[in-house]
T-cell receptor, first 114, second 111 residues
């Protein structure tokens, strides 16, 4: 009963390095999204996807890329890590977008950029 | 103005108390409303949806006031295990955007 799986759970990077945060769901959900959460702030939407091959920007997309080649996977790429990207990252999925469907979240990836 | 605003708290209440949180939203076309619970920076989990007529789930009652653009969450007979951050969540009225989260209200129930 996996649900939404994020890897890694923790990561430390140096400024300028790149990396990919992985997200996979096994519920055949159309909608997937990436959020970041910083202390004292709510979850802010980075990118989202309404289906395989379709992605769009959220509130804070700069410095991040996404792709959605399959329904199951929605990786988030940091192109050149910056200290401002130190945060907790959550991936979420739902059966459809909007329409009142609840989001299922992964456990989160705690990322530190030195 | 933020799309979704919440009092960050913390609300410190004794066990058994009744506590209420409000959340205001700015987009009058918003369609769906939820309360999520988040423990210690773990992943948010759906607590309950909020329906126009109001709805109850055990000790929890949610209300929606579209005219004043706010939703509320009432917790009766607070338990220590209710200590968490409660996130107000709103879906936009149009487009394909995902949910908009409030910053959360922190509740600390004390023995």
């Amino acid at each position: 009963n996996a649900g939404v799986t994020q890897t890694p759970k923790f990561q430390v990077l140096k400024t300028g390095q790149s990396m990919t945060l992985q997200c996979a769901q096994d519920m055949n959900h159309e909608y997937m999204s990436w959020y970041r959460q910083d202390p004292g702030m709510g979850l802010r939407l980075i990118h989202y996807s309404v289906g395989a091959g379709i992605t769009d920007q959220g509130e804070v997309p700069n410095g991040y890329n996404v792709s959605r080649s399959t329904t199951e996977d929605f990786p988030l790429r940091l192109l050149s890590a910056a200290p401002s990207q130190t945060s907790v990252y959550f991936c979420a999925s739902s059966s459809t977008y909007g329409g009142g469907q609840p989001q299922h979240f992964g456990d989160g990836t705690r990322l530190s950029i030195l | 103005r933020k799309e979704v605003e919440q009092d960050p708290g913390p609300f410190n209440v004794p066990e058994g108390a009744t506590v209420a949180f409000n959340c205001t939203y700015s987009n009058s076309a918003s369609q769906s409303f939820f309360w999520y619970r988040q423990d210690c920076r773990k992943e948010p989990k759906l607590l309950m949806s909020v329906y126009s007529s109001g709805n109850e789930d055990g000790r929890f009652t949610a209300q929606l006031n579209r005219a004043s653009q706010y939703i509320s969450l009432l917790i009766r007979d607070s338990k220590l295990s209710d200590s968490a951050t409660y996130l107000c969540v709103v879906t936009p009225g149009t487009g394909r955007r995902a949910l908009t989260f409030g910053s959360g209200t922190r509740l600390q129930v004390q023995p």
